[in-house]
């Protein structure tokens, strides 16, 4: 039997507002072209309109003389409730994260933003979120609690009831000389004083015993998360870019991202990402949307 993508715009009940900060991009105008096809969004494009050739009557453009003045308004149409979402176009995902975050904009949901990668992998039999890949450098153990925790509430709005988290390092055993093994025993310990819902959480596992059952038993590793993990959380940016980049380059995957602990959809795709899979964060955020 063929399971549902999670990617599956057919499914989708309700029609969205996005506002597209630095739209004046060929690639970004195809995955608008793509959504309007599929009546999934109306779009408010911001940006150099002489670099924006799409017209349509479900399309308002916005000219903007800078990427600063796109971000700005961009985000001041979320904040007005003139968009549903935030998506960052052609412009550094600094810029967005610093425009999003000006405290006038109360926007912030969560102590801590993080990225949350959701993929597709023909060789997984379910999604697989990953976080976090593209914003928290080096997260402390405190940082990659609540990385956690934003990754877990991805999760339920994506229906997995009883997330299994595995907080990943390089080994399954601390290591006083490894400290994300260290760091990964202490996270875990955590959640299991201090539950999230439902949610499993163990560590350290290795990238393998996390994914493959037959790799956790031949290290006989026996706990639930072992071999059938929702949810991998990398020790930091550097393995988490590789992993996402591996996914997506190597394993065929369909990844969408959105930015977690914001108090409206913010959708940043890594500027590497084809426009399947930037469609595709689009199509998972208004999924997402009132869950």
């Known amino acids: 039997m063929t399971r549902k993508s999670i990617f599956d715009p057919a499914g989708l009940r309700q029609k969205v507002t996005v506002a597209i900060a630095g739209a004046d991009d060929p690639i970004i105008l195809e995955v608008v072209e793509q959504a309007l096809e599929l009546g999934i969004a109306n779009f408010l494009l911001f940006g150099r309109a ?5 017209r349509s009557p479900h399309v308002k453009i916005v000219a903007t003389d800078s990427e600063q003045e796109a971000a700005e308004k961009a985000t001041e149409a979320v ?67 609540q990385i956690t925790h934003n ?13 299994k988290v595995a907080i990943l390092s ?12 260290v760091q990964a025993a202490q996270v875990a310990a955590y959640f299991k004083a201090f539950p ?43 393995a988490g870019n590789i992993l996402y980049k591996s996914l997506v380059f190597f394993a065929g995957a369909r990844v969408g991202g959105i930015i977690a602990g914001v108090k409206v959809p913010v959708i940043i795709a890594s500027r590497s990402d084809s426009v399947d899979n930037k469609l595709a964060s689009l199509i998972l955020t208004v999924g997402m949307i009132g869950k």
Do not use: C, W
């Open 196 to 238: 999230d819902g439902d949610s499993l959480v163990e560590g350290p596992l290795a990238f393998d015993n996390a994914i493959s059952k037959t790799a956790a038993l031949h290290k006989n590793i026996v706990n639930d998360v072992a071999g059938d993990a929702d949810i991998l959380i990398v020790p930091s940016i550097e």
């Open 79 to 145: 904040v007005n409730k003139q968009a549903d979402v935030l998506m960052k176009g052609n412009l550094p995902t600094g810029l967005i994260l610093k425009t999003v975050l000006k405290r006038e904009y109360e926007l912030r949901e969560r102590e801590l933003l993080s990225h949350v990668s959701v993929f597709e992998i023909p060789a997984y039999d379910k999604p697989l979120i990953v976080s976090d890949v593209a914003m928290n450098i080096a997260p402390t153990e405190e940082e990659q609690i």
């Open 151 to 163: 990754a877990i509430r991805v999760a339920q709005k994506l229906g997995i009831e009883k997330p």
């Open 50 to 54: 002489e670099g924006i050739s799409l």
């Open 170 to 181: 390089a080994v399954e055993k601390e290591n006083p000389k490894m400290r994300s093994s």
